[in-house]
C-alpha cells in the first residue's frame, strides 16, 4: 500500500500548505504540429503485460474480454464529453524493474520483442495506438529507450516512463518509491525527436508517470519540443479526495504540457467517472485504466 500512504501524506501537505487554493497557471504551448493526438483527441488506455495477472488489466484478462472492457471505457468517455473524439490504446510495460539484479545486473527485464509485435498488432488491427512502459530500475533512460528505436520508429507506437522504479544502485525496485528528473525526460524526448525527424512521423507522445513531487525534479527545465508531446499523469491510488489533492500537487501545481490520470480498478474506491475526472483542473488528455 505504499501508494495510498504517499497519497495520504501529499493530502496533508496540501491542506497545511494551503495549495489547493492556488490558481491554475496553464503551460504556454506551441502550435501542435501536422499528425499531433492532443489535445484533438482524448487518449483512453489499459495498462499491463500479458505475463502477468498482477501489473494491470492488459495482462489479467483474456485477450478479446480486455479489448472489448476497453473499448466500452472509450464509449464511456466519449459519452461524458462528446466533442472530443477517443482514441483508445495498450499501455504495455515493455521494460519491468525487478527486485533481483537479473542476467544484466541492473533490476530490469526486457521484454521479447515478439511480445511486444504481438501487443502492437492487437491495437494496430483496431486503429488503436500502442504505448511501451519503461521502469528502468538501475539502468538509464537512454539505453532503454534506445533499445526500444525499432519499435517506437513505427507512427502508431509512443513511450511512457515510470519513474517510480527509477532508482540508485544501492536501493532495489520496490523497495522505495523512485523518481527522475527533467535532465532524463529531456534525454527521453530528444530520442523521440530525432525519430520523427529521421523517418517522417507525426509528433510522438511522451508519458511521465508521477504521483509525488519527489517523482520528477526541476519540472520546469523540461524541454518541450514540438515533435513530442509530453503529458504527466498522475498515477496514485485510493479514495476520490487524495486522488484529487495528488492531482493537484503532481500536475495542476507543476503543469509541463499536457495532463493524465491513471485510474485504478480495484484500489480506487470508489473510482472518478469519467465526468467527474473531466472537472480536475486540468483536464486530463490521457486516461490509464489499471
Known sequence: MIRFRSLALLAGLLAAAGAAAAPYIPPVLSAPRRGALLPWNRIVTYY???????????????????????????????????????????????????????????????????????????????????????????????DEVAHLIPFLSQPDVHLALDPEFELPAAIVPGRRIGGTDAREVNVAISLLAAVVEKKGLPPKLLLVHRFTQGMLTHHSEVKLDP???????????????????????????????????????????????????????????VVIYQ
Open 48 to 142: 499491463g503485460n500479458p505475463l502477468s495477472q498482477k501489473m494491470g488489466v492488459l495482462g489479467e484478462l483474456p485477450k478479446d474480454e480486455m479489448l472489448a472492457g476497453l473499448a466500452r471505457e472509450a464509449e464511456q468517455w466519449h459519452a461524458a464529453d462528446p466533442a472530443t473524439p477517443v482514441l483508445p490504446g495498450l499501455e504495455l510495460v515493455a521494460t519491468v524493474a525487478s527486485a533481483t539484479p537479473g542476467t544484466s545486473g541492473l533490476y530490469r527485464t526486457r521484454m521479447p520483442d515478439a511480445l511486444i509485435a504481438r501487443v502492437i498488432s492487437w491495437a494496430r488491427e483496431r486503429g488503436w495506438i500502442t504505448i511501451l512502459d519503461v521502469q528502468v530500475g538501475h539502468a538509464s533512460v537512454k
Open 227 to 285: 515533435r513530442v508531446q509530453v503529458v504527466m499523469i498522475m498515477d496514485g491510488y485510493g479514495p476520490p479526495a487524495l486522488k484529487r489533492a495528488a492531482y493537484r500537487v503532481a500536475i495542476r501545481r507543476e503543469p509541463v504540457e499536457f495532463a493524465g490520470l491513471k485510474l485504478f480498478y480495484k484500489n480506487d474506491r470508489p473510482r472518478l467517472t469519467p465526468r467527474e475526472a473531466l472537472s480536475l483542473q486540468p483536464g486530463p488528455s
